[in-house]
């Protein structure tokens, strides 16, 4: 503890100004004592304010000491707390300040009450594409819209000058569909992750990028994603989801491969997608027939073996990034 070495540093300063100052109280304390009558010598005086000085001192270093026990003891409490890996332990107001190295992106994580946020790197990008590290994770991204730092979600495997989330959703598992989960909606749900859940960056237009990505995963596994040119009815309207000159980037369907996913205007308009039939946005289904309970999710693509052993109507997460 720095505040500590500072404490013992200043006591060690004084000592010497004390003696000082014993000296010519030693000296005050003879010449009374000789105007009294009385005699003595300069060298009892200072004997005796010496031993006081010294066992003063000596009350204070133990009390140091406690005190340096007593960091140590919380330090080793600390320390016990940290996990390593992936931690199953939820982040909340009773478990702020607990902290985890995560093995996989090579961060320290601390709880801070909320979420568990990123404190070995320490630094704030004014976009993915400014990250050096290339790890797909969490960073501080600057925002001009919210006017502060905001947490925001890099990926950098589907390409990798690195991409930015700014939708997901995972279909059938975020409870009654409402209007702010839409890709166009102007409820801002803060995208961290890709964790089941929804999200949505409310003001697109102020995320930096000039291609857009339409990605799905299994489960945490990606399936596909097509890239386009920037859309600007993005953040607009159901159809700013749709990727100009679309081009595929990955795609392990085992139906309608090289189809890029499409919003449709049925359904759910800023939800639902399809992968078959392009320019077509009605009649076709690959993700969901929200409002109903109906499920179609993968029913275009048809999952292969390697990502799971049904082919469709098992999770989905399609996710929507600026690059």
Known sequence: DNRSEIDQDSKSNMFPHAVARFLVMCAVFSKNLVAAGESTTDTACLVTQLFKMVSHMSSEIKSLKKSLQDLTRQSELQTSRVEWGKTTTVCNITTTGNFFFNTASKELMVCNGEFWDTISNGNIYSSCSNVSRRISGTYRLESID??????????????????????????YQVGTPEDRMRTFSSYDRPCRDLSDGWCNVANKDMVPGSIQVTAAYHKGNLVYAYSGDRNAELGKSWRGAILNNAE??????????????????????????????????????????????????????????????????VQMTVAIYLC
């Open 248 to 313: 595929n980037i990955f795609d392990l369907c085992t139906a309608h491969k090289g189809v890029p996913p499409e919003p449709t205007s049925n359904n759910y308009p800023g939800l639902s997608f399809d992968k078959s039939n392009p320019g077509v946005y009605t009649g076709n289904c690959d993700t969901d027939t929200y409002p109903s309970s109906n499920d179609c999710r993968w029913e275009n693509c048809q999952l292969p073996s390697s990502i799971f052993s049904s082919t469709s109507h």
């Open 146 to 171: 919210a006017g502060y730092p905001i947490e925001g979600f890099c990926d950098y495997s589907i390409l990798s000058q690195g991409c930015q989330l700014i939708w997901k959703h995972s279909y």
